[in-house]
Nanobody, 122 residues
Framework: QVQLVESGGGLVQPGGSLRLSCAASGSIFSINTMGWYRQAPGKQRELVAD???????NYADSVKGRFTVSRDNAKNTVSLQMNSLTPEDTAVYYC????????????????WGQGTQVTVSS
């Protein structure tokens, strides 16, 4: 199986910055997508940003221009640089890996980290 471990969360003041990191381990196909989701209290989990092994990125409208997602394919890591943080960014952030299934031609497998808390408050 695949394991994902996040780090870098914490408490930051509005306007501040944080950098989240995620390390993946296990049997991982080289072609995959890694990204970040977040879930705030009382809200559904939503995509923040993701990046393919080829380098294509996708961002939620609410974070475009403020957040940057990057990855190191050799190390199977993904990072999220978060700038100009606001209280609305407060949530548990989850690392995600999506890749082809071992058992089905057309299916994908998703793996999740344990989550890391990001709190933006003065």
């Amino acid at each position: 199986q695949v394991q994902l471990v996040e780090s870098g969360g914490g408490l930051v003041q509005p306007g501040g910055s944080l950098r989240l990191s995620c390390a993946a381990s296990g049997s991982i196909f080289s072609i995959n997508t890694m990204g970040w989701y977040r879930q705030a209290p009382g809200k559904q989990r939503e995509l923040v940003a993701d990046i393919t092994s080829g380098g294509s990125t996708n961002y939620a409208d609410s974070v475009k221009g403020r957040f940057t997602v990057s990855r190191d394919n050799a190390k199977n890591t993904v990072s999220l640089q978060m700038n100009s943080l606001t209280p609305e960014d407060t949530a548990v952030y989850y690392c995600n890996l999506k890749m082809a299934s071992y058992y089905s031609i057309n299916a994908y497998s998703r793996y999740w980290g344990q989550g890391t808390q990001v709190t933006v408050s003065s």
